[in-house]
Protein backbone atom coordinates (compact mmCIF):
# COMPACT_ATOMS: atom_id res chain seq x y z
CA UNK A 1 0.00 0.00 0.00
CA UNK A 2 1.31 3.32 -1.00
CA UNK A 3 1.02 5.74 1.44
CA UNK A 4 2.85 9.07 0.31
CA UNK A 5 4.13 11.50 3.51
CA UNK A 6 6.06 14.72 2.68
CA UNK A 7 7.88 16.46 5.05
CA UNK A 8 10.43 20.14 5.10
CA UNK A 9 7.88 22.74 4.97
CA UNK A 10 7.76 25.73 7.24
CA UNK A 11 7.94 29.90 7.29
CA UNK A 12 10.42 31.68 5.67
CA UNK A 13 10.89 34.72 4.42
CA UNK A 14 11.35 35.64 0.68
CA UNK A 15 14.18 34.48 -0.43
CA UNK A 16 15.34 32.18 1.38
CA UNK A 17 15.18 28.85 0.74
CA UNK A 18 13.37 25.30 1.59
CA UNK A 19 13.52 21.41 0.81
CA UNK A 20 10.68 19.36 0.49
CA UNK A 21 10.92 15.04 0.90
CA UNK A 22 8.29 13.23 0.17
CA UNK A 23 8.39 9.55 0.75
CA UNK A 24 6.25 5.96 -0.08
CA UNK A 25 6.07 5.10 4.28
CA UNK A 26 4.00 1.97 3.26
CA UNK A 27 7.48 0.48 1.05
CA UNK A 28 8.21 -3.00 2.92
CA UNK A 29 12.00 -2.15 1.50
CA UNK A 30 11.93 -4.47 -0.80
CA UNK A 31 11.75 -3.76 -4.95
CA UNK A 32 8.86 -0.82 -5.88
CA UNK A 33 7.53 0.25 -8.95
CA UNK A 34 7.26 3.81 -9.39
CA UNK A 35 6.68 5.43 -12.85
CA UNK A 36 6.61 8.77 -12.34
CA UNK A 37 6.86 11.38 -9.12
CA UNK A 38 5.29 14.82 -8.94
CA UNK A 39 4.59 17.82 -6.83
CA UNK A 40 1.89 20.03 -7.01
CA UNK A 41 0.45 22.73 -4.69
CA UNK A 42 -2.68 24.20 -3.96
CA UNK A 43 -3.68 27.57 -2.38
CA UNK A 44 -7.49 28.13 -0.41
CA UNK A 45 -10.10 28.16 -3.13
CA UNK A 46 -7.95 26.95 -6.16
CA UNK A 47 -7.56 23.79 -7.92
CA UNK A 48 -4.21 21.72 -7.52
CA UNK A 49 -1.14 23.38 -9.08
CA UNK A 50 1.38 21.65 -11.01
CA UNK A 51 4.46 22.24 -10.04
CA UNK A 52 7.57 19.62 -10.67
CA UNK A 53 7.47 16.26 -11.84
CA UNK A 54 10.09 13.31 -12.78
CA UNK A 55 10.07 9.82 -14.06
CA UNK A 56 11.47 7.38 -12.59
CA UNK A 57 13.29 6.27 -15.86
CA UNK A 58 15.28 9.46 -16.14
CA UNK A 59 14.92 12.64 -18.74
CA UNK A 60 14.11 15.99 -18.16
CA UNK A 61 11.50 17.03 -15.72
CA UNK A 62 8.78 19.29 -16.58
CA UNK A 63 8.38 22.45 -14.34
CA UNK A 64 5.69 25.18 -14.03
CA UNK A 65 7.06 27.99 -15.96
CA UNK A 66 6.37 30.16 -12.14
CA UNK A 67 9.15 27.93 -10.50
CA UNK A 68 11.30 27.30 -13.77
CA UNK A 69 14.76 28.17 -12.33
CA UNK A 70 14.05 28.44 -8.87
CA UNK A 71 12.77 25.27 -8.10
CA UNK A 72 14.80 21.46 -8.57
CA UNK A 73 12.95 18.06 -8.21
CA UNK A 74 15.23 14.97 -7.79
CA UNK A 75 14.45 11.50 -6.58
CA UNK A 76 16.01 8.97 -4.56
CA UNK A 77 17.09 6.08 -7.34
CA UNK A 78 17.11 3.25 -4.75
CA UNK A 79 14.33 3.90 -2.44
CA UNK A 80 10.68 6.17 -3.67
CA UNK A 81 11.58 9.31 -2.21
CA UNK A 82 11.54 12.38 -4.50
CA UNK A 83 13.00 16.05 -3.11
CA UNK A 84 11.76 19.96 -3.77
CA UNK A 85 14.63 22.39 -3.39
CA UNK A 86 13.33 25.25 -3.54
CA UNK A 87 15.22 28.68 -3.57
CA UNK A 88 14.45 32.37 -4.07
CA UNK A 89 11.16 31.86 -2.71
CA UNK A 90 8.58 34.38 -3.20
CA UNK A 91 5.02 35.07 -1.36
CA UNK A 92 3.23 33.60 -4.44
CA UNK A 93 4.71 30.14 -3.69
CA UNK A 94 2.71 29.88 -0.57
CA UNK A 95 0.44 26.56 -0.37
CA UNK A 96 0.17 23.48 0.60
CA UNK A 97 2.64 21.39 -1.40
CA UNK A 98 1.75 17.84 -2.22
CA UNK A 99 3.35 15.00 -3.66
CA UNK A 100 1.70 12.45 -5.78
CA UNK A 101 2.99 9.15 -7.44
CA UNK A 102 1.47 7.51 -11.09
CA UNK A 103 2.45 3.68 -11.83
CA UNK A 104 3.28 5.17 -15.40
CA UNK A 105 6.23 7.11 -16.60
CA UNK A 106 5.07 9.89 -18.05
CA UNK A 107 5.76 12.65 -15.47
CA UNK A 108 2.13 14.58 -16.54
CA UNK A 109 1.28 17.79 -15.10
CA UNK A 110 -2.60 16.47 -14.76
CA UNK A 111 -3.34 15.83 -10.77
CA UNK A 112 -6.47 13.30 -12.42
CA UNK A 113 -3.22 11.06 -13.98
CA UNK A 114 -1.53 10.36 -10.44
CA UNK A 115 -3.06 7.72 -8.55
CA UNK A 116 -1.81 8.49 -4.70
CA UNK A 117 -1.19 11.46 -3.05
CA UNK A 118 0.38 12.73 0.51
CA UNK A 119 -1.38 14.70 3.27
CA UNK A 120 0.56 17.98 2.48
CA UNK A 121 3.04 20.04 3.83
CA UNK A 122 2.39 23.62 3.88
CA UNK A 123 4.83 26.51 3.21
CA UNK A 124 4.86 29.99 3.75
CA UNK A 125 6.65 32.66 2.28
CA UNK A 126 6.28 35.74 4.48
CA UNK A 127 8.22 39.16 5.64
Known amino acids: QVQLVESGGGTVQPGDSLRLSCEDSGWSGRVFSVGAMGWFRQVPGKGREFVAA????????PYADSVKGRFTISRDSRKPIIYLQMNSLKPEDTAVYYC?????????????????WGQGTQVTVSS
Open 100 to 116: AQRSHVNPTTTPDDYNY
Open 54 to 61: IAWTGGNP
